[in-house]
Structures are given as C-alpha cells and as structure tokens.
C-alpha cells in the first residue's frame, strides 16, 4: 500500500468525540495557479531558487519559486531544477513559468551554530473577503510560534523576533496565488532580502478565502529565512510551516517492509511539529532524529549511536532519558543495511508535550481506515539520508490497531527482519532498551563465470537469495587476491578479473558476507582463460610447383601477448619443412622460411602455439601443381 490519506481523528470509545484534524505543510500545485499576476516572458533570471511545500487536503505537492534581487516572486516548473539544492543562486532560463536550463551561481551556506533570525508579518485587509486576520491575532500567532521554534533550537536560534508588522490592502486577495502574495507582501518591506537572509516574511490572508491548504511554506535552511503563506492561523499550523523554512519535512506514519506490502500517511507522525495539526492541540516538542538533521546543539552528544553486528546475538542496551530533557543521553540511533536511520525517542508527554495530542486521553487518528493509537512511550522513527521526511514507525498489535509507541514489555519487531527492539524497563523520566540484529533468514548464493580468451577480462556474477532480497557485500577470492563488491537492489555482485591471467581454469570462491537480516553463504566457481587466437599468414617468395622447393615468409601477430614460438609447413596433413623460430620484426614476429619438395595440394602455414597463444594452421594462397 502506498495511498496517502488526510489523517482523521477518532475516539476509540466515541465517533462523537471525534477531531477535526486539518493537514499542515509545505507543498506545490503543478500546475501554475491563476491570479491577476503576469507570468514572466522567455528571459535568463539570476535569483534565489527555493523549494515550496503545499499541504492539500490529503497530500502536500512540491513546487519552486525564483526570488529575484528586486523582490519578484515567480513559481516556476521544470526537471532542470529537480537537482538543486532549495537555496541555491542561479541563473535560469525561464520561458513564461516553465525552467528550460538552471546553473548554480552559488551553492545554499552550510549551517551554523548560532544565529538570530527575523519574522516580518502581514495581514492581508480585503473588503472582497470574509475573515480578515487582525494584526493583534496574526502578531501573537507568529509570536507563539517562534518561541517555539527558540525553545526547540535548544540555542542554535539565539533570538526569532518579530521585526516589523505590516498590513496590506489587497481587494481580491482570494484570488491571488501564493507566489503573487508573497510578492505583494515583500514590497512592504524592500530592503529586506527574504531569500538569503534569515528573514521570514509570514503572510495571513482572510480565514473566507476558499483555499484548499492551511499552510504552504518554502523549504530552507537554519541560515535562511523563506516565506510562508498561512490560510488558518493556529500554534501547530505556523509553527509546522516555519520548520519547513529552517529546513524540516513531514513527519509520516509508516508501517510494514517498505520493500514489500507496506502503509504510509502523510502527517500521521503525531509525536512532531512536522505532522498535521490537529485541533487546538500543542504542537509537539521537536524529536531528536529532527535535531540532529537540523545539527542543534546537542543532538550528538544527546544520542548513543549504536552499532548493530549482524549475527550478534547479545542486545545492545541503552537507557534514555525523556526526549524534552535538555541533559544526559535522550535518544538513540543506529544504521539499518538500507542505510536508513533509525532514533529512539522517549515521549513522556510531560512538560512541553503535556498540550500536545499523542498526550491526551483516547488519542486515536484513522490512517488509511486503520485504528492508530498514539501515547507517551517509546517512539521509534525512521529517516533516509538526504532526505528531509522523517517517517513515525508503527506495529499491528493482535487487535490490528497500530500502535505508535512502545511500553515496557512491548517489542518491535523491523518487518525487513533487520533488528528488534525490546522496551526492558521504564520508570517516570527514563527507560531502558534492548536493540539486537535479526532474527536473519538463510541465503543460498550462486556464482557464473564467462569462459575467455588471454588478454579479455573475464567476469563473475554473483548472485544471493533469500526470503529477502539480501544487501551487503560478497567477497571472490582466489589464491591471495580478493574483490568485495555491493549486492545491487536484485542481490547481484558482478567481478572483472585481470586480462593479464596465464590461460588455465581457476577456482574462485565466492562469500557473502550476510547482513542483519540474511545470513551468510558461500559458494566456488571456474573461470577458464583460453590462450588467444593469433593471426597467421604465410605469403611465397618464390614459385609454387609441385616436386620443388619453395621460399615462405610467414606472419604471426596478436594485440594481447608476445608471438614467439615455430611455424611449420604443410601439404595437407603433410609437413613439408622443418620448424622454424619466429623472429621479432617490428609490431610481429615473422620468419623467412625454405619447404621440402612440395607434393601436389594446397601450402598451409602451422603456428605451432605458445603459454598465451593457441596453435593455428592457415590455408595459403598457394597451390603446389
């Protein structure tokens, strides 16, 4: 299953205690929206390049925006900027909204340690429309927010204040798209660079504007800023857009092997700011698989990295403290063979979290038509590097509800059989887990060889199964060589041998070395090495005639070993001369050559072979009559 559904509160004792939850997040349209706005016309544009996030009712779309020095805001499409970092300079060739060719002028500034970012706010005032947003309501909205986000960076923000509040009049603003408001509201403030500057521009619009989003957002970094466009002011609405400005994705449920039969909601991940708002909920305290993608200080020395060795099979044990702890070890995280990262967090719902959703009574959401509980415990999440979404992990328990978190007892078991996660102990501020690879399955392993002549590279495909197609490296050996290579996504290992091997047959073998979830195997196979095939000529010197003597010069060469060795004369299956040694004559080695009285046939020329070449016997042109 891979269908991505609008999450949808529920009570598991009462449909009628149902809430109302709205999706947040950033996302684009496609395509470009209407507004009374002008599309830009065929021009080469040097500006700022940012990713856009827009959370639609039941999936968020991506889309980018050009942020011009003059403040110009334009959406734009195209595959030319699928590879650049949101961010970035660049100079683009833009024919109406649509990106033919982008080069990066500069790349997007690594992260920094401290820094203090900006909020300018606008409220839009439209006599056209319902639901103006009033300063006072826009202010303290965003205000609440960026303390959020000052507490949550645990001091890599040492400041987020509001510097400047505006209001614009904009009749029709319903019809505006958000890369026109963003624009309109921008030059309100025209010495302000919203793009590479850590300067947020939050704009509110009426609440009776018809749009089919709370939020959308431009993806940043901690020393950007970005724009924000919020539809339905809300703590948890403004605070999960501003996180898509310093750089955060979605926070997803995930459940099942993702390589197999697997379920995905898009801001189910209820345990951060980066899933959907859900009523009047708090958001959640940032988790700290996202602090560490944001670098914030602490996040490393605040996580146990842990190793797990496949075939290990004594457990890890950590004890963590309470993910809102700001001391001591609160996480844990290790690799899977995928190169997936895992944390474990530890959600008491106290403190900062006691407001928040997955801490309140009968916490209960509706993936996919699925029952999924949510409570303090032990949280496992899941993020792929590279990559900004963080994925919430959950297990069926025997009712079928998915159970988000995890209680002393309780063991989570990895669907791609790679670890499990055993809940030993937990107390009022801490709690004690067991991580151990496996349970790893059998592997059988099958090796090939290609059969070639001297001087080709041979080559060895090796190829591992099992109830799972295995990762990992597999290793051939011969003698004291050795190759190791990664299984690609079919388990497949292919080897190139030396062109160099003397011919002869050789017995490799081949070692997977397993993984966490495959167990080792081992297997041999032949590679044969031929001796080459050479080019052989012998063209007469002199006449041809039966019953007399005639004078030859033969020819042997080859683009991959020496040609030394003897060539001899024959009539058939007659030899008519002696052997004669080849001598080197330039980029060949040839000889000048005297036959026996020749009988009546046909002359042919032997090579009569050598370590790397084969013998051969070629036909001549000449005719003994």
Known sequence: M??????????????AMALALTVVGLASAAAVPAGPGETLGLATVDASLLEVTIDTADEHTDAYVLVEDDGTVTEVAGEALEEIPTGSTVEAEVDGREVSAATVLEPVAPSVAVTGHDAYVVTVDDATAD?????????????????YWVREGRGALDSFEIAQTRVLSLPGSCAYAFDELWEEAAALFPAVDFAQAANHLVVYTPTGCAY???????????????????????????VHELGHNLGLGHSDLLWGDVFGAYGFAEYYGAYSPMAGAIADFAP?????????????PGADTQTAAVTLVPGATEPQVVTIGASTSTVGTTAASFTDDHGFRYVVDLRDGTGADAGSFYASASAFLDPLGQVAAYAPGVVLTMMEPGYNEQYLLAQEDAGGTLQTSFQAGDTYTDPMGQFTLDVLDATATS???ALLPGPATATTIRATATKVPYGTAGKVTVTVSGTRTPTGKVTVTVGTKRWTRTLDGNGKATFTLPKDWKPRTRTLTATYSGSLASQPSATTVKATVTKA???VTAVARTTVKKGAR?????????SVARESGYVQMYVGDRKVSAKYKLVRSGSVFKVRLTTWKLPKGRVSVRYLGNTYLKARKVATSSYAR
């Open 131 to 147: 639901g103006d947003v009033s300063p006072a309501v826009a202010t303290a909205d965003t205000a609440g927010a960026l303390e």
């Open 2 to 15: 891979t269908t991505r559904t609008r999450p949808a509160a529920r009570s598991a004792t009462s449909a």
């Open 212 to 238: 089919d989003h709370l939020g959308v957002a431009t993806v940043g970094r901690m020393t950007l800023g970005g724009f924000v466009h919020i539809a339905e002011p809300g703590a948890a609405v403004t």
């Open 533 to 535: 095939a050479p080019k």
């Open 550 to 558: 005639a004078t030859f010069v033969a020819t042997v060469s080859s």
């Open 284 to 296: 959640a305290s940032l988790d700290a698989a996202y602090r560490a993608y944001l670098d914030l």
């Open 431 to 433: 709690t004690t887990v």
